[in-house]
């Protein structure tokens, strides 16, 4: 049993006797998370029967880019159709302008103290662009970039990776000017980004990839923001065929976390045995007991439970 500090947060790392045997308990007034890294299928029931809950390790956020923006729309709600259409009109009042452009030293001189400044205000910020930037402007044509202007300062950008192969454009790394974060002008360049993809005959949109502990390095709100946009949560595995990363987490306070956190976790047969597959369980938890979790229970996700942490 190791207890370590994962960027910030208090963890004890376990094998499947530990977990099972209840050897972490010791650790339960000192960490916030029990984990066991890579259990075996044949171990997940019994995990599940304990509290800890088998879960792919990353999350990919994947949509069909669809024949038009009238058809991507269509399949959301009429709220979020509703919210892109707002944003629309007060990206419009205010003057921001949209555009599509190569990767540059230029722009990137701009992009990476705009993004390390965002990054630095979060509570677990982890500056990944910067430690890539050499390897964006080596990538030649594979990277673009998704940019909104407010007259000649750039208001928002999303560094875009571009796969043929996959049938893909990846967001990878996006940030804004303080006068302009928040979901409006977010989902505007993520439309943008829709369009462009559909524009480079891709099939596929990515929104990037997410540790799938949400409360954490993401956030709740990023996971409903996303969602509503039309992006479904995928085990990473499920969309680039790779051999499945997996983790048993079990989540036993919430002093470093967000309150709500939670993780997407296998669903569970008749027999309450987890099953690996593309859909998956959200698994909230809170100390509120009047906790609205109609943010979060997307269409994709196949149930919703709240596990109370005192």
């Known amino acids: 049993m190791i207890k370590k500090i994962v960027l910030g947060v208090p963890m004890a790392l376990v094998d499947v006797d530990e977990a099972l045997g209840g050897a972490w308990k010791s650790l339960v007034h000192e960490v916030d998370v029990v984990r066991v890294q890579k259990p075996s299928p044949d171990d997940w029931l ?15 956020w994947r949509a069909a880019a669809l024949a038009s923006e009238e058809e991507f729309l269509a399949r959301l709600a009429r709220r979020d159709r509703q919210n ?42 982890w500056p990944v662009a910067t430690r890539h930037r050499d390897h964006i402007l080596s990538s030649g044509d594979r990277y673009f970039a998704v940019c909104a202007w407010d007259g000649e300062e750039l208001a928002a950008a999303c560094i875009t990776l571009w796969s043929p192969d996959a049938d893909e454009v990846r967001a990878r790394f996006a940030t804004a000017a303080p006068a302009h974060r928040g979901s ?3 989902r505007l360049l993520y439309m ?6 559909r524009c480079r005959g891709q099939s596929w949109v990515s ?10 390095l993401g956030q709740p709100g990023l996971f409903s923001f996303k969602s509503r946009l039309g992006f479904d949560a995928l085990p990473s595995h499920e969309v680039d065929k790779s051999a499945p990363s997996e983790q048993a987490d079990k989540i036993v306070a919430l ?27 959200l698994e909230m938890y809170s100390s509120r007991e009047d906790l609205d979790v109609r943010p979060y229970a997307t269409a994709r996700v196949t149930g919703v439970r709240v596990n109370a942490v005192v």
């Open 255 to 281: 002093r470093a976390l967000t309150d709500p956190s939670f993780i997407l976790a296998y669903p569970v047969d008749a027999d309450g045995r987890p099953q690996r597959g593309p859909d998956l369980r």
């Open 184 to 186: 409006e002008v977010s």
């Open 207 to 216: 929104l990037g990839s997410d540790p799938n502990l949400y409360g954490h």
């Open 192 to 197: 943008r980004l829709i369009e462009e993809a």
């Open 46 to 60: 019994a995990l599940a029967a304990c509290g800890f809950l088998p879960k792919p390790q990353v999350l990919t």
């Open 84 to 125: 892109v259409s707002a944003a629309r009109r007060r990206g419009e009042a205010a003057g921001l302008r949209f555009d599509v452009r190569p990767v540059t030293p230029q722009l990137l001189d701009v992009f990476i103290p705009m993004y390390e400044r965002q990054v630095a205000a979060m509570r677990y910020g």
